[in-house]
């Protein structure tokens, strides 16, 4: 079996297991549903003469999806908040530098023979943008 056929399979299998758990999942909300509208409409008596006495309060027919949808819409922000906090302040050097910083080495500098030969990637130095701009705003002309 080739490479791709295997990959086509295994990737195979992961839809069919997706596919499985939506279907399980629309068989499961079609009952849900039509428990939840019955326990919201049938009144409190009519449900007492089924002898079904042991249900939720009524209210969190209107507070819990009002719940689930404030918790829902207010998600991107505590999102954006934690994320704010996270991150350093701006003028901290953690956000020049990290752990995936690579710096060029004098090793790294030296020409090669080969046309076609490219360098890896590096961070710049610090040093070098602010030359760089200094240059730039010195040769501005106003």
Request: net charge negative.
């Amino acid at each position: 079996m080739t490479t791709l056929a295997a990959n086509t399979k295994a990737s195979r299998k992961h839809v069919a297991s997706a596919e499985s758990c939506g279907f399980v999942m629309h068989i499961l909300c079609f009952p849900l549903a039509l428990l939840y509208f019955g326990w919201v409409i049938i009144p409190d008596e009519m449900l007492h003469s089924m002898d079904i006495t042991y249900y939720p309060p009524k209210y969190l027919a209107i507070s819990a999806p009002t719940a689930i949808f404030m918790t829902f819409i207010s998600m991107p922000f505590v999102y954006a908040f934690l994320n704010y906090v996270s991150a350093p302040s701006p003028d901290s050097s953690d956000t020049l530098w990290d752990e995936s910083s690579i710096f060029l080495t004098r090793h790294d500098e030296k020409p090669h023979k080969k046309s076609s030969y490219i360098p890896e990637i590096h961070d710049i130095d610090v040093g070098i943008i602010n030359q760089f701009m200094a240059k730039q705003f010195n040769e501005r002309k106003y």
